[in-house]
């Protein structure tokens, strides 16, 4: 680790001009009595707009709210909608799309109601449902609501749903859009009673979304904007984390205590070591305030997120390391600097591999306008962005939508299980490329989840896929799940999925890097990646879970907690599907034979220069250094994960024998050993 003081200050450049209100909002804490927090509302930037919004949300259909991130919109609106009858006492759905934002915020409105969450007011996320059935305000990621559309296709069960963070524009908030709007024709044409649907956005480019829900009103709320200082570096910085780290430091050395400070990294590992790093040159500071490190990002458990909301005591200070997610979904308190890497992790599609891969990008304009925001919430601010003016410039102006960079095969499976036959001509605001809907098609073909029906070119769901689409999960791990019924090992694949859906098991650690790698060195399987998951998953099971056993033998205790729940609600999917629960001991075979059949559109195979080509479509790939498998060279192999940094690794792998790939779908390798021949 270089030296942080090597790196000069970021250069003041720019200044952005905000108007200046004279309003000094009071900061709330978690342990705010009624009063305050029913005065604290009445202090926020929406709530003079109030009888207005009320209004006109009774008067049409549909509207659009924009409006400042912090102003109120997602806390405030469904409590003044509520207040004022207008759900006629069904419930009001909010999604999300994400599930911190979700739970804090029904959280905090709870408190603000004066009740405990999951009465009046719950929350419902992927492996969690705190609701009841007194519960009127339901915060609820996208991805549940596309759930519950499923089984319910006109959600009757509310009169309001209103689609939060639009601007966000996120796979499933754009397949809800559709959703939710046939949802509304189809009652209306049926004489069911009303859906309203309200669109929320922190940004202003909306004239899309009022287009598209026919023309609905937009309600711009005024906003609470302090000035805020912004500085670029003078030159373009090679080690964002790093220079992250120097700027915290100075303003830490500089700034009063009770400043906080918001820092924009991308992912989990990067955040846990920034968070390490700053514990550790802290302890060595002198005269400066006493260190709050909090760490805020999606896997995180919610106990865990909370502490980002907490008030700073007095003589603290408080630092965030963020990913995104703190940009508008979430507002913090306190926060006076804000320091941004210009970088966030975006899901794309990979055509070789037919996964999403997850790589850290530049980010847009957009999002950093929304990230400097956050440093003039509560008074005037600064904000240090590690880049420079020209490469601000050079940035795009929006983010592109989830669906136009995405594999598909998921939200069209889900599409099918909804009735939507015709995905094609589905009615989405901005289009996916048709290439991508067909792939998608041709995938789930593949998988056996869709057939054609006979005379005609249609393609429908089969049993096989409406199973698959009961779990929330890509659909190639709901078929590994089905499959193993046959294999007899569904115990085994259960264990691995739910690790592979949590972030990292394993900690690395950069001072302990030989101890962290002897360590998991006992768990490693020459089978592979997921046989090396399974172990880690029954040596935690083993000890029921016991923290000092995960901290000696670095595993994230935290993590591996959230696998055994997601572990625990999958079972209960496939008890529903009438599964019988089998295991196969400690004979790997089965379980490698389960995932070639379910992943063997991800194989690949070593070719005679000592490269792996994936079967799919012949590239190169190689194998992932933190593998297992890393210094072996199996002939044959199946991957879960596929990620890009220098060159394209897969990660999460395992050995398979080509012919089980070739039994799982022979007519599929036939076409490709055809294409190779001629
Ligand atoms: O949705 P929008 O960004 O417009 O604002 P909001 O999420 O409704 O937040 C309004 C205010 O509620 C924030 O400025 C915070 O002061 C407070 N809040 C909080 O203290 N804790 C939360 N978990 C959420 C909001
Ligand atoms: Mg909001």
Not at 194 to 201: A, E, G, T
Not at 334 to 346: H, L, P, T, Y
Not at 601 to 614: C, H, P, Q, V, W
Request: charged letters at 25%; aromatic letters at 8%.
């Amino acid at each position: 680790m270089r030296n942080p003081e090597d790196l000069g200050p970021p250069e003041k450049k720019q200044k952005l001009n905000h108007v200046q209100t004279s309003y000094s909002p009071k900061n709330v804490s978690k342990g705010s009595s009624f009063e305050e927090l029913r005065d604290a509302r009445r202090a926020l930037p929406i709530y003079p707009a109030r009888q207005k919004i009320i209004a006109e949300i009774r008067k049409f259909p549909s509207a659009i709210v924009i409006g400042e991130t912090g102003s109120g919109k997602t806390t405030q609106i469904p409590q003044y909608l509520l207040e004022a009858g207008v759900n006629s006492g069904a419930t009001i759905a909010v999604t999300q799309p994400r599930r911190v934002a979700a739970i804090s915020v029904s959280q905090r409105v709870a408190q603000e109601k004066n009740t405990n969450i999951g009465g009046l007011v719950g929350y419902c996320v992927r492996f969690e449902d705190v609701t009841s059935p007194a519960t009127k305000l339901k915060f609820m990621t996208d991805g549940m609501l596309l759930r519950e559309a499923i089984l319910d296709p006109t959600l009757t069960r509310y009169s309001i749903i209103i689609l939060d963070e639009a601007h966000e524009r996120t796979i499933n908030t754009d397949v809800l859009f559709g959703v939710v709007k046939a949802a509304q024709r189809r009652r209306l044409k049926t004489g069911q009673k009303l859906l309203k649907i309200i669109v929320m956005s922190a940004t202003m480019d909306v004239d899309h979304f009022s287009e598209y829900f026919n023309k609905a009103p937009v309600l711009y709320l005024e906003g609470r904007q302090y000035p805020i200082q912004v500085m670029h570096t003078k030159e373009p910085q090679s080690d964002y984390l790093f220079a992250s780290l120097v700027t915290f430091f100075q303003i830490h050395k500089e700034a009063p205590a009770g400043e906080d400070v918001l820092i924009f990294l991308t992912g989990q590992e990067e955040i846990e070591s920034g968070v390490k790093i700053i514990n550790d040159m802290a302890r060595n500071l002198k005269d400066v305030p006493e260190l709050m490190v909090i760490p805020l990002y999606a896997a995180l458990p919610s106990q865990t997120q909370i502490k980002a909301f907490a008030k700073t005591p007095p003589s603290c200070r408080k630092v965030v390391v963020a990913t995104n997610i703190a940009e508008t979904s979430i507002t913090i308190p306190g926060i006076k600097f804000v320091i941004d890497s210009g970088m966030v992790k975006a899901k794309l599609y990979n055509p070789h591999s037919g996964l999403d891969l997850l790589k850290v990008v530049t980010a847009s304009k957009a999002q950093v306008l929304q990230r400097t925001g956050r440093a003039g919430r509560e008074s005037p601010g600064v904000c240090y962005r590690l880049f420079t003016e020209s490469e601000f410039q050079s940035m795009s102006t929006n983010t592109v939508p989830e669906i136009q960079r995405c594999n598909l095969a998921s939200v069209v499976l889900q599409l099918m299980a909804l009735g939507i036959s015709d995905v094609l001509t589905f009615d989405f605001m901005d289009k996916p490329a048709p290439e991508s809907i067909n792939s998608a098609l041709e995938e789930l073909v593949m998988l056996g989840a869709l057939e054609r029906q006979s005379n005609s070119d249609m393609l429908k769901l089969t049993p096989l896929g409406k199973q698959m689409a009961a779990f929330p999960l890509d659909p190639r791990f709901a078929k590994v799940i089905l499959l193993a019924k046959e294999y007899e090992c569904l115990e085994e694949i259960l264990s691995i999925i739910s690790v592979l859906s949590v972030d990292s098991v394993l900690v690395t650690l950069s001072s302990k890097r030989k101890e962290c790698q002897q360590s998991h060195q006992k768990f490693m399987s020459s089978d592979g990646d997921h046989i090396t998951l399974l172990n880690i998953y029954r040596a935690y099971k083993s000890v029921n879970g016991n923290k000092s056993w995960c901290f000696d033998n670095f595993i994230n205790a935290r993590n591996m907690h959230t696998a055994q729940e997601v572990r625990k609600q999958l079972r209960e999917i496939c008890e529903r599907n009438g599964m019988t629960f089998s295991s196969c001991g400690r004979d790997s075979t089965p379980i490698r034979r389960c995932l070639a059949a379910g992943f063997f559109l991800n194989a690949a195979e070593l070719s005679k220069d000592g490269d792996f080509i994936t079967m799919a479509n012949r590239t190169k790939v190689s194998i992932h250094p933190s593998s297992s498998l890393f210094q072996c060279k199996p002939a044959c192999v199946v991957y879960t994960e596929l990620v890009k940094t220098t060159k394209c690794y897969m990660r999460t792998l395992s050995v398979v024998d080509p012919d089980w790939l070739y039994e799982a779908a022979p007519t599929y390798f036939k076409r490709k050993k055809a294409a190779v021949i001629s």
